[in-house]
């Protein structure tokens, strides 16, 4: 088989932790529309915890398609509070109001990940994580998202765990990485047993 690895994905983040892992790939963003592919799903009474995996394998098979003999990574992540799947806040008003709901509360966030060759899903996972937001006040939630918009109106969620977001919460029980956007140890334990990545 082909040693060729793919990201399908425009994710900065998500290209640090593979580049920092010593993993040599390509990046082809996919061309799916998530957001309908999210509607999609929820209308089709998907459980919200399945989302992510469902949209990760997508992004993987459209990218797929075209380099059939590599191996596709799709990536995604989900929100969910309360049993309702968040989506990405589509201006600085909503995010306040995102993070205004979620402060003082648990939330879940699913980070998954599916890798597929010749098309067919060859490996996949899903890390859960839960977020305890702090009691933060409108001050603080204004002013976060004037500082930090631009580089989180593309973050499911809208906060910066790898920097300053960080302090909007107080715990984080689960996978730091998958919280970042890839469940990159468990990733690399497929690689590496299907030798397509050496361990040195």
């Not at 593979?18 to 998530?34: A, N, P, R």
């Not at 060759?117 to 937001?133: D, H, P």
Request: glycine share 4%; net charge positive.
């Amino acid at each position: 088989m082909s040693t060729d690895i793919i990201l399908a994905s425009g994710s900065l983040i998500r290209s640090k932790l593979l580049q920092d892992s010593g993993v040599v790939f390509h990046v082809k963003k996919h061309k799916i529309d998530e957001e309908e592919e999210k509607k999609t799903l929820i209308k089709n009474n998907i459980e919200p915890k399945k989302i992510s995996i469902n949209l990760a394998i997508k992004k993987a098979m459209d990218v797929s398609k075209s380099y059939k003999n590599s191996f596709i990574i799709g990536c995604d992540q989900a929100l969910v509070f309360n049993n309702v799947v968040f989506s990405k806040a589509k201006s600085p008003e909503e995010l306040r109001q995102q993070l205004l709901l979620l402060k003082g509360k648990n939330h879940k966030l699913y980070s998954s990940c599916a890798v597929l060759y010749q098309e067919k899903i060859v490996w996949s996972y899903t890390a859960e994580i839960v977020l305890l937001m702090r009691d933060i006040n409108q001050r603080e939630i204004n002013t976060y998202v004037d500082k930090n918009w631009e580089r989180v109106r593309n973050s499911v969620g809208g906060y910066l765990i790898e920097s300053t977001g960080k302090r909007l919460f107080k715990t984080i029980k689960g996978d730091y990485f998958s919280a970042l956007g890839l469940p990159i140890m468990e990733l690399l334990d497929f690689l590496i047993l299907k030798k397509v990545v050496n361990i040195v």
